[in-house]
C-alpha cells in the first residue's frame, strides 16, 4: 500500500533558527496536505497542494509540492515558540479515500 | 459554528470490553472519517463515510471494528472485544466535499483509548 515518509522524526531548533521537515511517498499523490498538531491537542489544517511544483507561502511558512508530485516539504523560516508542535504531511492518493499520513516530525524551539 | 465533537474524550477499559466511540460531524458535512493513532506511529485511515454511506473501509483493521452513521448524521465507532493494541487516539474528521477537492478536513479533538 502507499506509503508516506517524514524526515526528520523530532528537530531542536533555537528561536529564531529555521526549520524543514520533508515528506516522501511511495506513490504520485493526487494532493498533498499538512497539518499541525499542538502537544494535546488534534491535528488542524495548514494547506493542501495539488499542482506539480505548487509553491505556497504562509506567512513564515512556504510549503513545496515535488515535480513528481511525490515528496513535499514544510520550511519555516525564524521559528517562534508560537511554532511547537508536530507537523504531519498528508498525502491522497493510490485508491484509498482517505488520506495517508506521515509520522509528523516534532519541532521543539529552545528560547 | 461548532467543530467535530468527539465523545469521550478519554475511555479506559479492560481487555475483551466493549467500547463505543462517537463522532458529531460539522453540520452539513456529507463526509466523515476516522483515523487512528497508534502510540508513537503515525495516524492511519479507518474509513471513509458519505452521508449514511461508507465509501471505503480499506482501513479498518479487522472484523471487531463496527461504524455506523446511521441517518448521515453523526458516526459510531464500536471496538468489540477490545485488545491492547487497539490503545490510541481516534480521530474523527468531516469535510464538505470528499478530501482531495480543494477542501479541507476538519478534525475533533480525538478520543483517548487505553484497554489494560
Known amino acids: 500500500g502507499q506509503q508516506v515518509m517524514q524526515i526528520p522524526q523530532y528537530q531542536h531548533v533555537q528561536e529564531g533558527e529555521d526549520f524543514t521537515t520533508y515528506c516522501n511517498s511511495s506513490?504520485?499523490?493526487?494532493?498533498i496536505q499538512w497539518y499541525k498538531q499542538r502537544p494535546g491537542g488534534h491535528p488542524v489544517f495548514l494547506i493542501q497542494l495539488v499542482k506539480s511544483g505548487e509553491v505556497k507561502k504562509q506567512k513564515r511558512l512556504t510549503f513545496q509540492f515535488g515535480e513528481a508530485k511525490k515528496n513535499s516539504s514544510l520550511h519555516i523560516t525564524a521559528t517562534q515558540t508560537t511554532d511547537v508542535g508536530t507537523y504531519f504531511c498528508?498525502?491522497?492518493?493510490?485508491?484509498?479515500?482517505?488520506?495517508?499520513f506521515g509520522k509528523g516530525t516534532h519541532l521543539i524551539i529552545q528560547p | 459554528e461548532a467543530g467535530v465533537t468527539q465523545f469521550p474524550s478519554h475511555s479506559v477499559i479492560e481487555k475483551g470490553q466493549t467500547v463505543t466511540l462517537r463522532c458529531d460531524p460539522i453540520s452539513g458535512h456529507d463526509n466523515l472519517y476516522w483515523y487512528r493513532r497508534v502510540m508513537g506511529k503515525e495516524i492511519k485511515f479507518l474509513l471513509h463515510?458519505?452521508?449514511?454511506?461508507?465509501?471505503?473501509e480499506s482501513g479498518m483493521p479487522n472484523n471487531r471494528f463496527l461504524a455506523e452513521r446511521t441517518g448521515g448524521t453523526y458516526s459510531t465507532l464500536k471496538v468489540q472485544p477490545a485488545e491492547l493494541e487497539d490503545s490510541g487516539v481516534y480521530f474523527c474528521?468531516?469535510?464538505?466535499?470528499?478530501?482531495?477537492?480543494?477542501?479541507?478536513?476538519?478534525f475533533g479533538q480525538g478520543t483517548r483509548l487505553t484497554v489494560v
Open positions: 506513490t504520485t499523490l493526487s494532493n
Open positions: 498528508a498525502g491522497q492518493g493510490g485508491g484509498a479515500d482517505g488520506l495517508t
Open positions: 474528521a468531516s469535510s464538505q466535499e470528499p478530501m482531495g477537492l480543494r477542501t479541507e478536513a476538519f
Open positions: 463515510f458519505v452521508k449514511e454511506s461508507k465509501q471505503d
